[in-house]
Each structure stands twice: as structure tokens, then as C-alpha cells.
């Protein structure tokens, strides 16, 4: 199963530090210069995969003076990783699935002492400016990983597009949409991957 990463580097005084594993294997532990481009894209032919596999990406080095700031405040300059995509087999992680997962701030004693009630777990973000780790995980199948991720791709995309629906019994209940039709947001929808991969290929 080949895995590629792509990276987006951003330098300030210097440019960034990265260590990036796939699972026990770290592919890189040093500075992220780009190698292609404007982005560094590095790739790693997994074998063997597990049940549960884990793709974990560490900003590292930044002690906090490498943010570049103008007369008016606005920053420069930055030192900092961008995560770009990251493809499993033949298939791109759906941006939206990427931007759900946690990235696990390492906070500085000046950071936390600015503003001691912030929390470490950040999402909605691949920019990655503070010293911190990013997971992401995956399955032994590429191809049902896909499948999988087209179902989450759908559910995270109607988490703010709830509806109303009312039961015969007249209840007025939460639902969203799902491949077309609506369902109650405490039922399960039970859809095999065969069944998703039909729907998905009917749809054109």
C-alpha cells in the first residue's frame, strides 16, 4: 500500500523541523525543505498493514521568536507545516475528513503563560504553527478505507446542514441527508461498502 504525504513548508528565520512516522517507521526527523516545488512530498510503501494504522506528523523546534511580524502587526513570516493532502493507495483523504482529525498542541511555558486556559487539541486547522502532533488513521484495505471515508466525507458535510422531520406519531425529530434520502440523526443507517460503492457509481 503506498502512502504519499504532501507538505506545504513555510520559513521564517529558518525552516521548519518535521518528524513524520508511519507507524513505527519514522520516514523524516529533520528540517522540511521542499523537494518538489513549493511543497516537500515524501512517499513509503507500507507492507504489512495492521488493523489500525497510524500516519503521525510532529512540528518540532519552534521556540517562539520565528514568527515575522510588520509595523502594523501582521505577520511576514512564519515558520510552520502546512498539510496539504495525504493519499492511501489510490485515493486522496477527502480535505474535509483531514481537517476533522486533532492536532495536539505542545504549548510553550511563554504560550500558556499568555493564556493558561488554552486547549492543546485544535482542529479545523492543517496549519500547523505551534509544536504539536497530528495523527491520522487508517485500515488495513485501502479500497474499504476509501469507502469508509466517502460515508464520513457525507456525515461531516450535513453536520451543519441539520433538517426536521416529523414521525407519524407527529415527534419532530433532528435528521440529515443521506445518499438521497432523509434519516433520523439517533438511527443507524446500515449501508455494506458494496452497497455505498453502487450507490456512488449510480449517481452519474
Known amino acids: 500500500m503506498l502512502i504519499e504525504i504532501i507538505i ?10 518535521m518528524k513524520l512516522c508511519v507507524n513505527d ?3 523524516h526527523n529533520d528540517f522540511c525543505v521542499p523537494n518538489n516545488k513549493n511543497y516537500f512530498v515524501i512517499k513509503h510503501e507500507l507492507k504489512n498493514a495492521k488493523q489500525e494504522n497510524t500516519i503521525s506528523l510532529t512540528h518540532l523546534d519552534k521556540v517562539g521568536h520565528e514568527t515575522i511580524l510588520d509595523n502594523e502587526g501582521e505577520t511576514v513570516s512564519d ?13 486522496l483523504v477527502p480535505e474535509v475528513v ?9 504549548f510553550t511555558p511563554r504560550q500558556m503563560k499568555e493564556n493558561p486556559n488554552r486547549d492543546p487539541a485544535i482542529k479545523n486547522n492543517l496549519y500547523f504553527g505551534y509544536n504539536g502532533t497530528y495523527e491520522y488513521k487508517f485500515g488495513a484495505s485501502s479500497e474499504k478505507h476509501y469507502y469508509e471515508n466517502l460515508i464520513e466525507k457525507e456525515r461531516l458535510a450535513n453536520i451543519s ?44
Open 25 to 27: 517507521v519514522v520516514l
Open 8 to 17: 506545504e513548508p513555510r520559513k521564517s528565520i529558518h525552516w521548519p523541523k
Open 79 to 91: 515558520r510552520a507545516i502546512i498539510l496539504r493532502s495525504i493519499k492511501i493507495g489510490e485515493h
Open 98 to 106: 483531514l481537517y476533522d482529525q486533532t492536532f495536539n498542541a505542545n
Open 161 to 204: 446542514n441539520k433538517k426536521t422531520i416529523t414521525r407519524p406519531d407527529g415527534k419532530i425529530v433532528e435528521a440529515f441527508e443521506f445518499t438521497g434520502k432523509l434519516v433520523e440523526s439517533d438511527q443507524q443507517e446500515a449501508m455494506t461498502i458494496e452497497e455505498l460503492y453502487d450507490t456512488v457509481n449510480n449517481a452519474n
